[in-house]
């Protein structure tokens, strides 16, 4: 004799042998004998995430301790067992100066970036992201010599010596305030440093849709 397994039941829903009561064949009949097979109950659960590009790279999810680099992610799970999950946060970039943040998350009650909760059901747990940029500032033509801020990035000054700058990672759509100083004041007697034409690019602010480098 064979029990079938799995056997399927509503969108999402199975059963699955776990044991029987004898082995097959039965040999040496000798009386009545009754057969039982004990099934549990498993539910299809997905692992989905938005707002990513085809440039993210590394696990973006990590599901019962093990890490997923392509999502949507979908297995069964056990009814009534204790699944866990975590979203990376933040998820890498192939392309320099981006990386996507973990924003939100969705689906069969859970609201957390990680977190384990009971399978009780089918469903998809999603993760929303949210892009991000570096902003680069940088300065040619100034020396050693030079005193005081060169360019204010956010409201904070910036001498030579801070230069290049690199911003914090910024919420792509963002907008970005900067002024390059003009004049910018020498140690030497006399010497100054002035601002030319092109002016800097791209104008302030910025509204951040990638990394770019920005120069006085």
Known sequence: FEYKSPVNATTGKRYVLTSTSTT?????????????GTYKTQYQISFDATGL?????????????NAKSTVPFTDWFDASSNLSYAYS??????????????NTTSGLGQ??????????????????????????????????????????VGGVGKTATDLPFTSDWIDSG?????????????????????????????????????SVTVTG
Do not use: C, E, H, M
């Not at 946060?89 to 973990?102: A, L, N």
């Open 24 to 36: 097959s064949p039965i040999t040496n009949v000798t009386a009545a004998v009754s057969v039982s």
């Open 53 to 65: 590009g085809a440039d993210a790279t590394g696990t973006l999810v990590t599901v019962a301790g």
């Open 89 to 102: 946060d933040p998820v890498t970039s192939s392309t320099p100066g981006k990386q996507y943040r973990w």
């Open 111 to 152: 609201s957390a970036k990680s977190a384990s909760f009971t399978v009780s059901g089918t469903g998809t747990v999603t993760a929303a992201y949210v892009t991000q940029y570096k902003i680069t500032f940088a300065q040619s033509g100034i020396g050693g010599d030079s005193t005081g801020t060169v360019v204010t």
């Open 174 to 210: 963002s907008s970005l305030s900067y002024s390059y100083s003009d004049p910018v004041t020498s140690s030497v007697a006399g010497k100054r440093y002035t601002l030319i034409a092109p002016a800097p690019s791209p104008s302030s602010p910025i509204s951040v849709t990638s």
